[in-house]
């Protein structure tokens, strides 16, 4: 079984621009949720998307931004990127919804903003 | 607010040494505690999900335990190829099914 594929897995951009990434979950997953990684914070809680809406947002500025397709792929945006955006995105995938099971994580994007 | 806090931050072994991690957490109401090993560059790699009180599971040369307030990962006559980053989480109550709150980590160093 394939595991979530995340593209692309780096990118460098420049303050002000925005971004777009991309996250593939497992066959059979439909829950998406998105983490920023950072050494200061650690992982942090960014949204969760499910049957194409969002379900939860964590304690993040309006420029982040995600979506969820008909086929559980989610992508997330980042506009107006600045300094402090530079971290590992990560996209984890689970099978549903209403239940604490297990959430697979993807490689993640590394993210550099110059 | 639900907390996660893991200990030691950092932990060298010698090959065959065995010890135990710590994740201490306050929640609400606990759904489920998650141990994920991550390497550097790389995703959080599943361990363990433990959901009540009084359960262990046990994998390899790892495994883990689960109290009221903290859980642990016990690492048995380790080898080099288990230094790793391990991290815990938790699922709370009165959160999407979706979020985790994680620790922010163990950074394991297990020297041949």
């Known amino acids: 079984k394939a595991g979530v594929t995340q593209t692309p897995r780096y990118l460098i951009k420049t303050r002000g621009q925005q971004v777009t990434l991309s996250c593939s979950p497992i066959?059979?997953?439909?829950?998406v949720s998105w983490y920023q990684q950072t050494p200061g914070q650690g992982l942090q809680f960014l949204f969760e998307?499910?049957?194409?809406?969002?379900?939860n947002k964590g304690n993040f500025p309006g420029r982040f931004s995600g979506r969820q397709f008909s086929n559980s792929r989610s992508e997330m945006n980042v506009s107006t990127l600045e300094l402090g955006d530079s971290a590992l995105y990560l996209c984890?995938?689970?099978?549903?919804?209403?239940?604490?099971?297990?959430?697979?994580f993807g490689p993640g994007t590394r993210l550099t903003v110059l | 607010e639900d907390q996660v806090t893991q200990s030691p931050e950092a932990l060298r072994l010698q090959e065959g040494e065995s010890s135990s991690l710590n994740c201490s957490y306050t929640v609400s109401g606990l759904r489920g505690l998650f141990w994920y090993r991550q390497d550097p560059g790389k995703g959080p790699e599943f361990l363990f999900t433990l959901y009540s009180a009084g359960e262990e599971k046990e994998k390899e040369r790892l495994k883990a335990t689960l109290t009221k307030k903290e859980s642990f990962l016990h690492i048995t006559a380790p080898k080099p190829e288990d230094s790793a980053t391990y991290l815990c989480a938790v699922q709370a109550d009165g959160t999407s099914y979706g979020k985790l709150t994680f620790g922010q980590g163990t950074i394991l160093t297990v020297h041949p």
């Open positions: 066959s059979g997953h439909r829950s």
């Open positions: 998307y499910f049957s194409e809406t969002q379900r």
């Open positions: 984890a995938t689970k099978t549903s919804f209403r239940v604490a099971d297990t959430q697979y």
